[in-house]
């Protein structure tokens, strides 16, 4: 099973505005709307950020936000705070093996 | 408000099976959601083991398939993981989680994220 491709490590300073993207194929992110990222502190479980590309759950800042073009899904933080420095992680709805995450992007706040 | 909590031994040695539970709180698991479960060796990223419907509908990653068993005990509101012929690759901080369900013409199957999750137990497999 491959994973998603993410970068491993991004970088931005505070106030500032980054992307991460996360690519797969037409058996997942290209064929489905259902791509979801996570944020995930040192020694926490994941939070949801983003599902269904772009929709987010109750309670998530909307300095983070999502987008698909063709086989890769995008993840945008705006206004970069120091509390965003954690790993990121997408994952997709996949017909071959039910569903896949990346391998993950540290973010580090400068 | 629902809780997840995952339980269980610790330290497994190699070869043996990992056993599992995750206590749902606040939230009947007899509902229209799937319930799963997801590992992170230290140090690394998020894999997917596998989720399951009160109905018994389960889905596994293809790569632990031959090695999986996931259960629910309706009656204690619980889920539970067994993975068996364990090896070091095999250690990892294990997560429950809950799955919206996907609806289509005729099957359903869990969509692909997860919320909430519980807090995770590290599982070390060594001698």
Known sequence: QSALT??????????????????????DVGNYNY??????HPGKA????????????????????????????SLSISGLQAEDEADYYCNSYSSSTTLVFGGGTKLTVL | QVQLQESGPGLVRPSETL???CTVSGYSIISSYYWGWIRQPPGKG??????????????YNPSLQSRVT??????KNQLSLKLNSVAAA?????YCARAPMLLGSGWYSPKN??????????????S
């Open chain 1, 6 to 27: 993410q970068p491993a490590s991004v970088s931005g300073s505070p106030g500032q505005s980054i992307t991460i993207s996360c690519t797969g194929t037409s058996t």
């Open chain 1, 35 to 40: 791509v979801s990222w996570y944020q995930q």
């Open chain 1, 46 to 73: 994941p939070k949801l950020l983003i599902y269904d590309v772009s929709d987010r759950p109750s309670g998530v800042s909307d300095r983070f936000s999502g987008s698909k073009s063709g086989n890769t899904a």
């Open chain 2, 19 to 21: 056993s599992l539970t």
């Open chain 2, 46 to 59: 998020l894999e997917w083991i596998g989720s399951m419907y009160h109905s018994g509908s389960t889905f």
């Open chain 2, 70 to 75: 996931i259960s629910m005990d309706t009656s």
């Open chain 2, 90 to 94: 095999d250690t990892a901080v294990y």
């Open chain 2, 113 to 126: 994220w997860f919320d909430p999750w519980g807090q995770g137990t590290l599982v070390t497999v060594s």
